[in-house]
């Protein structure tokens, strides 16, 4: 019976699922704490990333990429306007929009947070080489369509399942 227990448990250790499981929760706090010492939260990081690489955008059309309740989005550009890393104005064809662009100040921002990020990424990976780390990536390509559609979050929810909604 002993030794059927143990079976159980390596077999339990060797289940990819529960690995991919203990090194994502461990990538993820990694990552969210390297992204806290330069001052943002994952989902900050976030839109500045959308707004660096989509350029200005609705508040609309970015609630809708991040897949977030506008409640939510006002809360995140509250505070990234009040840092100065983000600002809003009115559309001026049509005065109910608001658009939304990174600042000067939130360009430097994201730079520093994707630095944090890389060197929290370079702590996590250090035991793989370079053709080991692209080979990962591709492989989680593979996997995170299926992942997301058993999880059915939106994008930001993803970056957050490990953090409660306040820190995020």
Partial sequence: MATDD?????????SPALRLGLVGRAAARS?????AAVGLKPRS??????????GPMSQ?????ELAVDPSVLVVLLNQLEAEGLASRQRDIS????????????GFERLGEGQRAVADA??????????DQREQLAQ???HIQPAAEEER?????????????????
Avoid: M
């Fill in 31 to 35: 990552a969210s704490e390297a992204v």
């Fill in 6 to 14: 143990l079976d159980l448990v390596a077999w339990l250790f060797a």
């Fill in 121 to 130: 990424e370079d702590k996590l990976l250090v035991n793989l080489d370079l």
């Fill in 94 to 105: 049509d005065r109910r929009r608001h658009i939304v662009a990174i600042t000067d100040r």
């Fill in 60 to 64: 609309q059309a970015l609630g809708d």
């Fill in 152 to 168: 059915g979050a939106g994008a930001v929810d993803r970056l957050c399942e490990t953090e409660p909604a306040d820190s995020c």
């Fill in 45 to 54: 990081l976030y839109v500045l990333a959308l707004l660096h690489d989509h």
């Fill in 139 to 141: 492989l989680l390509v």
